[in-house]
């Protein structure tokens, strides 16, 4: 026969006025069985009632309350104390000019330290000793936008000096002088003495900017752009330093439609005739209109071997920004991508090195590397022969492939709970067929 347990009603009535068991499970008491004294109503007990047993069971309740309290403060420290560590907080990185806050601070610091030594305190702020105590010996002194008091430093300048100078420095009407000029007329008008390098030290310090931004004119948004290929041509003249000192001369012409690289060449001395031959290279067996060639005011493009071919009626030469608004900067980009992507990782030695180096980037960006500007990034010669309707319908087909592919391999990976219930992979080969 299994004997009843049986509880102080003291203890019971702790456990139901506090609503929490963990007074009597930590004396051994099953948690359903205190659980249960909350759910119940009272028993009614006869004892002899006296005022010590009612004042202990106050001080029960008392003792639980705070202890509740205090493992509740304990879990919201560390928590602190884990999100400080983590964030990198630290007084000593930290200024702190505003004079009313630095007072605050200051006695959080003295009621905490009758608790906690005060070694500990700064510890956990991250405030060093020397900066505590010298705040301390300040005299109370609450320092306003300055880096220490001015009784130790009394060779630092004012809050009204300081005024002065960040008001003409961001002021507009002083935008056309420079910082040097303000610092010496604010000398000659008998404001403020102090020297240029002050100036400038403190608009760094505080992030003064001069309201100087300039205006510019709008820029088109989107730049020149052909309809077909051979009906915008760009053509322009780079310059490559080599080891020993010497230069290389690139000239090429870029079709505004295709990306596409029409001709190239490569030079050891600056050679005037290079557009006309380039021109005649890349204009050959094209029928008329003759195409829009972009071009800047060089004399390379300017000469009158060009200007022939222009009334010839082979091209139709445009100067950009003098003709048109527009620049010449879709072959400057690409200038900029051959030197730093290709020619600028290797050793350019010789004129002929860059010539084979230039002769095979060439070839990849019209045949190999494709474009972001084209619809699933074509390449050049693609979009220039007229072939990138297949690459589209190629990538479509191939897409589906690899899904499909993709699907098939995942489900013939088995995990063990696979195999211990093959309803659940019934269930999902018939999800996937019917999608």
């Not at 004396?27 to 202990?56: C, F, H, M, Q, Y």
């Not at 007329?185 to 900017?209: C, D, E, H, P």
Request: glycine share 4%; proline share 4%.
């Amino acid at each position: 026969m299994r004997l009843q347990q049986s509880y102080d009603h003291r203890l019971r009535d702790l456990v139901r006025s506090t609503g929490s068991v963990h007074c009597a499970t930590k004396i051994g008491v099953p948690r359903s069985t205190a659980a249960s004294w909350i759910k119940r109503p009272a028993k009614p007990v006869v004892s002899a009632t006296s005022i010590a047993n009612d004042e202990l069971m106050e001080c029960e309740r008392e003792l639980h309350r705070l202890r509740s309290q205090v493992a509740r403060l304990r879990l919201l420290i560390r928590l602190l104390f884990v999100i400080l560590k983590l964030s990198g907080f630290k007084l000593e990185y930290l200024r702190v000019p505003d004079g009313f806050s630095k007072q605050k601070l200051l006695v959080a610091i003295k009621r905490a330290s009758d608790c906690v030594p005060l070694v500990a305190i700064l510890k956990v702020i991250g405030l060093s000793r020397s900066r505590y105590y010298a705040w301390n010996q300040a005299d109370h002194c609450e320092l306003t936008d300055l880096t220490s008091c001015p009784r130790i430093r009394p060779a630092q300048f004012t809050r009204d000096e300081i005024a002065i100078i960040q008001d003409m420095v961001t002021c507009k009407n002083h935008r056309h002088i420079n910082t040097g000029g303000l610092a010496r007329i604010a000398q000659r008008t008998n404001m403020v003495f102090a020297s240029t390098g002050s100036w400038y030290r403190l608009a760094r310090k505080y992030g003064w900017k001069r309201p100087r931004n300039r205006i510019y004119p709008p820029k088109p948004k989107i730049g020149i752009r052909a309809k077909k290929p051979n009906e915008i041509w760009h053509i322009d003249t780079s310059i490559v330093r080599l080891l020993d000192g010497g230069r290389a001369y690139l000239h090429a012409i870029i079709d505004n439609f295709s990306r596409k690289i029409l001709a190239w060449q490569v030079n050891g001395s600056f050679n005037a005739n290079a557009t006309v031959e380039l021109l005649e290279k890349a204009a050959s067996g094209l029928p008329k209109p003759p195409p829009d060639v972009f071009m800047d005011s060089g004399i390379e493009n300017t000469n009158s071997t060009v200007t022939a071919m222009v009334e010839n009626g082979t091209i139709a030469r445009v100067l950009a920004q003098v003709d048109v608004v527009f620049s010449n900067s879709m072959i400057e980009s690409w200038w900029r991508s051959l030197k730093h992507q290709w020619l600028y990782l290797n050793t350019l030695d010789s004129v002929e090195t860059v010539c084979k180096l230039v002769e095979f980037y060439v070839e990849q960006h019209n045949k190999v590397i494709p474009h972001s500007a084209f619809k699933d990034w074509q390449t050049p010669d693609e979009m220039y022969f007229g072939k990138g309707s297949e690459v589209h319908e190629h990538l479509k087909a191939s897409r589906l492939k690899a899904k499909l592919a993709r699907r098939e391999a995942n489900l013939a990976v088995q995990c063990a709970r696979c195999q211990t219930e093959p309803k659940l992979v019934q269930l999902a080969n018939e999800q996937n067929n019917s999608s």
